[in-house]
Structures are given as structure tokens and as C-alpha cells.
């Protein structure tokens, strides 16, 4: 892992939008296409106002861009305000001229039966569009990376989990209360995230500086998934300086 120190969330967002945007552009030169791993939450969402303004200020085209997103609630209907279609829609799709068969974001409607069936096919899509480039991941107080909760395995697929009680107390307010945030989700396993060819993960502020010490320089197990990430090749953190404070 290497790992970035700025300023402030704002300057490292810029650096990370800039990154997404060089390799768009290099690859349209050889019209080629860019998969992009996406994560919601309010980490990513300075980069994703950074490329909306690309594209309006610069002409940044997404035509280009495959994305997938790393993780849906479960079950979730994709028309709730509470879903990560909806989150994805407002940050980032709403303004940009990415094709609407290029956006894959885990179905949170699929029923018990065949989500299974749905989260394989998820993982073959993956492949067959060559793998992900960059993956943008946040990072929870648990250590979960996607909703890859403490005990998940590095060999693991896309695949309904059951998020961790911290998880849930962290989602409550967004939900109005815990009772209402949904007790599962789907989300791309942790072997999903280490095939990306690069990894770029970002935390801000100081409520993450304790699990980011742990998964940069802690001992690699599963109770803390984000220190798997230490065996990839090309992942980088990016972190304010409140998110680097406990960093030796
Ligand atoms: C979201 C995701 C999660 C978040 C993490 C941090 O798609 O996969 O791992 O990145 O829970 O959330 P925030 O950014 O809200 O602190």
C-alpha cells in the first residue's frame, strides 16, 4: 500500500477525479473503454463533483466508460430514496453522458431465489468486460471495504453478507433510525476487489485514522478485510491528514 497524505479531502479528491480522467482520455485515443469500480457513501462524492465538472467545463466524455458498483442494500427497491441507484444517479450519472447499459450497480430487488444466480452473473459481467481498471473504495470503522464485513475471505465473490451492528449504527441516521437499515446487502466480494488492476482507496477525518492505521501497517486477517489490501500490487490510500494522524 502507498500511501498519500493532502492536505484536505477536497485536493485529494481533485487528484484522484484527475487520475479517472487521464485514463478515460488515454483510452479514448485508442477507442477503448475504462471499467471503473464505484463506491457510494460521502467519501467518493467530492470526485464524483469533480467529474461532473470535467465534463461540463472540459468536455469530459464517459461514452467510453463501464462502471460497477461495489454494493447495494438488501433487499432494496432501486426507485427508494435510500438505494445506491438512486445515491449514484444524483452524484454522478444524472450529469454526465455515460450510457445507461454501461451502469451496473448490484439489484437490491432481486428475491431470495435468485440473487445467487444474479451475483454470479454480476461477476462473469466483470470479467467479460476485461476487469476493472480503478476501483474506488471508502473504508468503514469495521474495516469493511464494499460490504465486506470482518470474517469475509480474501477469495470471496459478489454475494449477499449480513452487515456488522458498527455498519448499521453508522447507516442509522440516514435511514431514520436503526430498526430501519436493512440488515443484509450484496456486495462485491474482497477477491472481486483485489482482481482490479489498481485500487485506490480514500478516507477522511479522523474517525478513520484508528482503521486505517490497522490497515496499513496491522496484521493481515480477515477481522479486518481492508488489510488484505496490503498483498495487492498497485493500491494506493488517499487521506487527509486527520485520516494519516495515527500513521507512524
Ligand atoms: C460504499 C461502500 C462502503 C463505504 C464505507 C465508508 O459503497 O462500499 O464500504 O465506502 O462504509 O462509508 P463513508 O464514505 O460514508 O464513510
Redesign the pocket.
Known sequence: INTHVYDSSEAASLYVAREIADLIKERQKTSDNVVLGL??????TKVYDYLVKFHKEESLSFKNVITF???EYFPMQPDSIHS?VRFMNEHLFDHIDILKENIHIPDGSCTKENVKEFCDAYEAKIEKNGGIDIQI????RTG????NEPGSSLSSKTRVVRLDRV?LL?AASDFFGLENVPAKAI?MGVGTIMAAKRIILMAWGEG?SLIIKHAVEGEIKESIPATFLQHHVNCDFILDEAAASNLT
Open positions: 463506491a457510494t457513501g460521502s467519501t467518493p458498483n461495489l454494493d445506491y473504495l471508502g473504508i468503514g469493511h471495504i464494499g460490504f455498519t453508522d456486495t478513520k
